[in-house]
């Protein structure tokens, strides 16, 4: 059974930083893209980021709202992947999700997803 | 950025209806479109990817089509446990972009 558990989420002042992790169970993470993506309260979906694989020399996207000031990073050997957030702004406030992108027909693309953990930014 | 136009934002149905979802994109996406269903404190699920590939253990009476910039999501005999929102995403270029959302309600 395929697994995706987020973890490190909490309440931050603006200007501060936190760092999720998600682990993984149920497939083999080293071939698969990874993802984060975030609902604030009361909006739709954003995606944040992705890392590529070894295969794809683990290659970063990010979204423009996050770009500079998040990190994503992982650990193959811990089937884990972190998203590092720093100056962290009231926006940033949201549930974040990690999700797992394997190789589907001719691309990679979002599959699993984990529940989620969410990360407050209030003073 | 492509921007996704998704409708209606809300359903009222009976099981048994046939729905339909609606995806516009802003750009050409090649195909490239998933769609989720998701329910409340659970992870989101993948229905549908390159427009009309059914995912693995997904049943039958969820399709997808596309004509052009427009996808739809069907759903034939509409049962209890469809009753959810679902979401389309695109994957063409980044960023990756969602559309806002369909609630299925009774």
């Known amino acids: 059974e395929v697994q995706l558990v987020e973890s490190g989420g909490g309440l931050v002042q603006p200007g501060g930083s936190l760092r999720l992790s998600c682990t993984v169970s149920?497939?083999?993470?080293?071939?698969?893209?990874m993802d984060w993506v975030r609902q604030a309260p009361g909006k739709g979906l954003e995606w944040v980021g992705r890392?590529?694989?070894?295969?794809?020399?683990?290659?970063?996207e990010y979204a423009a709202s996050v770009k500079g000031r998040f990190a994503i990073s992982r650990d193959d050997s811990k089937d884990s992947m972190y998203l590092q957030m720093d100056n962290l702004k009231i926006e940033d406030t949201a549930v974040y999700y990690c999700a797992s992108s394997p190789l589907l027909g001719s691309y990679y693309l979002i599959r699993h997803w984990g529940q989620g953990t969410l990360a407050t930014v209030s003073s | 950025d492509i921007q996704m136009a998704q409708s209606p934002s809300t359903l009222s149905v009976s099981v048994g209806d046939r729905v339909t979802i609606t995806c516009r994109a802003s750009q050409t996406l090649n195909r490239r479109l998933s769609w989720y269903q998701a329910k409340p404190g659970k992870a989101p699920k993948l229905l549908i990817y390159e427009a009309s590939s059914l995912d693995s253990g997904v049943p039958s009476r969820f399709s997808g089509s596309e004509s052009g910039t427009e996808y739809t999501l069907t759903i034939n005999d509409l049962q209890p446990d469809d009753f959810a929102s679902y979401f389309c995403q695109q994957y063409k270029s980044y960023p990756l972009t969602f559309g806002g959302g369909t609630k299925v309600e009774i």
């Open positions: 149920g497939f083999t993470f080293s071939d698969h893209y």
């Open positions: 890392s590529r694989n070894k295969a794809n020399r683990y290659t970063t």
